[in-house]
């Protein structure tokens, strides 16, 4: 929703539109919090596996990249970049596991421009 959430849904009828409600209700039921930094919801590169399919997600200034490997089902594809973005670790505790300061981990993450 731009704020921090998402959440997938599937809806199945003969209908078009009727399906299309019932996913997207799906959808809103199922919202779960993505964490996020400065506004940004990945701050490195993580990957998600769902049965066959493998997302990668990485960032490339301003925007992110994916690569997706293996099978590319649709419904497949979404779950893994869900689980990816569910599995990143925020900075903080990446900092806070290495000892470090937050400003010393965002030199990695940003380039060296803090």
Do not use: C, W
Request: charged share 30%.
């Amino acid at each position: 929703n731009g704020k921090g959430l998402i959440g997938i849904g599937e809806g199945k009828s003969s209908e078009f539109e009727e399906a299309r409600q019932q996913a997207k209700n799906a959808a809103i039921r199922n919202m779960q919090p993505i964490p996020m930094y400065e506004g940004r919801t990945i701050f490195g590169d993580v990957k998600g596996k769902v049965s066959a399919t493998e997302v990668e997600l990485m960032t490339r200034p301003p925007d992110m990249a994916a690569r997706v490997t293996r099978s590319r089902n649709h419904m497949n594809t979404v779950k893994a970049t869900l689980q990816a973005l569910l599995s990143q670790r925020l900075p903080e505790e990446i900092a806070r596991a290495r000892g470090r300061k937050l400003v010393d981990v965002r030199k990695v993450y940003y380039g060296g421009n803090v």
